[in-house]
Structure formats: structure tokens, C-alpha cells
């Protein structure tokens, strides 16, 4: 029976991590305006109230999705044995620590706790989106 709903559990896998990355990515793109000091600090707050908004109603429930199903896939395809997935996880597993520093960030900011104009958000993107290749390279490749 789960074989037969192999590619409808794996287009929902795929599906929740576009959102999550998605989310992921506006996160950190907010956190880098607001950062860089492109809105007054009047508009900082309400800006990040969005932000958090978005994060809890889209990207945090689309990270369970994409960690459930990857599971599911994982136990059902037995790829645990091979050396490709181990290497997926770990970096899954750094951007899923990244989305839970950068959750606090936002609920802080939302809060009204001052920015700081020197933040270290400038090139997050850069890296998720780096992160979100090996991920698809080691997924459909399956080099290892």
C-alpha cells in the first residue's frame, strides 16, 4: 500500500521543502533589510511581525512536512544503508538549525528588541540557496 503512494508522498516531500525554502529564504531576506538598516526603526517592528507571521503560519509547519515525509521515504526506500542520505541530513540539518536561530530572531525583533546595523544576515541567502543544491544534487543523484 505505501508503495503505491511512493510519488504522492514524494511530490508532498518536494512541495514542503519549496515552501520551506521559500519561507527560509524571505526569512533571511527580511532579516538582512532590517539589518542593513533599510526601514526606520518605527517600521522595523510591524515589518517583522509579518516576517514571524509568515515564518509560523507557512515555513515552521512546512519543515515538519518536509522532515515527516523525508522519513517516510527514507525508511520505505531503506536509504539509510547508503552514504548519500547521512550526507543530505547533516545538511538538512544545519539549515533546519538555521531556521530555529533565525525563528528567534524574528520573534525577538518582532517584539521590538533593537537590530543590530552590522548583522551577519547579509549573505544567508547566499548559503541557503548553496545548501539547497547539495541537497538536490545528493537526492536525485544519489553519488555516494
Request: net charge positive; hydrophobic share 60%; proline share 6%.
Amino acid at each position: 500500500m505505501l508503495v503505491a503512494l511512493y510519488p504522492w508522498l514524494k511530490a508532498a516531500h518536494v512541495a514542503a521543502a519549496v515552501a520551506f525554502v521559500g519561507g527560509l529564504l524571505a526569512g533571511a531576506m527580511a532579516l538582512a533589510a532590517v539589518q542593513g538598516e533599510r526601514f526606520p526603526p518605527s517600521a522595523s517592528a510591524a515589518f517583522m511581525r509579518v516576517a514571524r507571521a509568515w515564518d509560523r503560519r507557512v515555513t515552521t509547519p512546512a519543515i515538519l512536512l518536509v522532515w515527516a515525509l523525508g522519513l517516510t521515504l527514507a525508511l520505505q526506500g531503506h536509504w539509510f544503508r547508503s552514504v548519500w542520505l547521512p550526507a543530505k541530513l547533516v545538511v538538512v540539518l544545519a539549515i533546519s538549525a538555521w531556521h530555529g536561530v533565525q525563528s528567534g530572531t524574528l520573534r525577538r525583533l518582532a517584539g521590538g528588541a533593537p537590530t543590530h546595523p552590522k548583522g551577519r544576515h547579509g549573505l544567508v541567502p547566499l548559503a541557503i540557496l548553496a545548501a539547497v543544491l547539495a541537497i538536490v544534487l545528493l537526492a536525485v543523484l544519489k553519488p555516494l
